[in-house]
């Protein structure tokens, strides 16, 4: 997510974030603000830096993006919603060079404030080209279940595509939120933290209803291991190095004695021994299994 302020657009995060080499394709940026022009500005900025999809974050239910009135801040505010949509389609979805232009939200404000449908026929009408919707309001940020009834509600009364998001956190949860929704497709969050390999669990599931077993230890510490090299290739030493931290802990997450090992790599204080660290991590979990062995909450 790159914030469409222009006086941030040339530091160092956002010019991180728009550092698109070695990404696969179709390389989509997401923008986020609250002044069409800017966010129109910022989406043609992004789509000559290489974004072949421009995604409008109005999903977003944190303070900081909430507070300067983005993100699912904006669901309050229809003709503001319609403003932006259209400024930004206006500026990158249309013509010889046009790029798709994508929306995310939420249900609503709050429980009592459900709009979903309303922006979802302000977005069609606009020109978005797709939909995610996340089961929440931004009242109750991550708290309690997702629901999925509005989202079904939203993908019977338009004609653009619609994807589900929330609470997708298994190959069975995602087949089960598909067929309440009907929507076109799922989108993945949190429970890909740690767990890139979700989507092919849900896709095996998907396609032939069996779930495929946990992957083999030497195969995640492979993916992790690879991972890493590439973080620290890109953010550098210091802040490679305390960046990857939350990446290792998500990866280790209710694994065995991954409290202690969460303790004991924290405290490494460069990345050569942060990697040591969780390779001799990995080695002592095969003495114990082929297979991840899930055997904590945390």
Not at 35 to 48: G, H, I, T
Not at 74 to 98: F, H, T
Request: aromatic share 6%; charged share 20%.
């Amino acid at each position: 997510m790159i914030a469409s302020n222009a006086m941030l657009w040339n530091s160092e995060k956002t010019l991180r974030r728009a550092n698109h080499i070695g990404e696969f394709k179709p390389i989509a940026v997401q923008i986020a603000g609250a002044d069409p022009n800017m966010m129109a500005q910022a989406a043609r900025l992004n789509v000559d830096r290489g974004a072949q999809i421009i995604d409008i974050n109005m999903g977003c239910p944190a303070k900081k993006v909430c507070n300067v009135a983005a993100g699912s801040a904006l669901l309050k505010d229809q003709p503001l919603v319609q403003q932006i949509v259209e400024s930004v389609v206006q500026a990158v979805g249309i013509g010889p060079d046009a790029v798709p232009v994508t929306l995310k939200i939420r249900t609503g404000w709050d429980r009592d404030h459900k709009n979903a449908l309303e922006i979802a026929k302000i977005a069609q009408e606009a020109g978005i080209s797709m939909l995610t919707i996340h089961g929440r309001t931004r009242a109750d940020l991550y708290h309690g279940d997702a629901e999925y009834e509005t989202i079904a509600a939203v993908k019977s009364r338009i004609g653009i595509p619609v994807v589900a998001n929330g609470d997708i956190d298994s190959p069975e949860k995602a087949k089960q939120v598909l067929r309440i929704t009907g929507a076109d497709a799922l989108m993945i969050g949190r429970a890909a933290q740690g767990r890139p390999w979700i989507f092919r669990e849900i896709n095996h599931y998907l396609t032939s209803g069996e779930i495929l077993p946990a992957p083999h230890i030497h195969e995640i510490q492979a993916i992790l291991n690879e991972h890493l090299l590439d973080h620290y290739a890109f953010y550098g030493e210091y802040t490679g190095l305390r960046t990857a931290r939350k990446h290792i802990a998500w990866y280790c997450k209710g694994l065995r004695n991954s409290h202690a090992f969460r303790h004991l790599m924290n405290s490494a204080e460069d990345c050569k021994t942060q990697l040591q660290l969780v390779n001799d991590y990995f080695d002592e979990m095969k003495l114990h299994s082929d297979h991840l062995l899930f055997l904590e909450a945390a």
